[in-house]
């Protein structure tokens, strides 16, 4: 079993930056790919970001040249920079961990953490 803690979360004006981090537990995720998902009020969860065992990424259109994700093994940790935050960032933030390669679908993924808030004030 792994253990996913996300952190970093808050509240912020629109431009400001945050970042966010997740650590694994449970066992090394090194070997894992590792996501980032989000979910606004109302809103169905979506991807945004995911990180390969060998630091290989993928984007959603809406934070690419924004968001960055990186993956410390040796911390068993993923983060994720968020730069030029806008309104439309606010949402809870998830990270999660599948087995094998990269992957934007939420189905592919077995572990979840709890969740952080960010929010993004105009």
């Known amino acids: 079993q792994v253990q996913l803690v996300e952190s970093g979360g808050g509240l912020v004006q629109a431009g400001a930056s945050l970042r966010l981090s997740c650590a694994a537990s449970?066992?090394?995720?090194?070997?894992?790919?590792l996501g980032w998902f989000r979910q606004a009020p109302e809103k169905e969860r979506e991807f945004v970001a995911t990180?390969?065992?060998?630091?290989?990424?993928y984007y959603a259109d809406s934070v690419k040249g924004r968001f960055t994700i990186s993956r410390d093994n040796a911390k068993n940790t993923v983060y994720l920079q968020m730069n030029s935050l806008k309104p439309e960032d606010t949402a809870v933030y998830y990270c999660?961990?599948?087995?094998?390669?990269?992957?934007?679908?939420?189905?592919?993924?077995?572990?979840w953490g709890q969740g952080t808030q960010v929010t993004v004030s105009s």
């Open positions: 999660a961990a599948k087995y094998g390669g990269r992957s934007p679908n939420l189905s592919d993924y077995i572990y």
């Open positions: 990180i390969t065992w060998n630091s290989n990424t």
């Open positions: 449970g066992r090394t995720v090194s070997s894992y790919a």
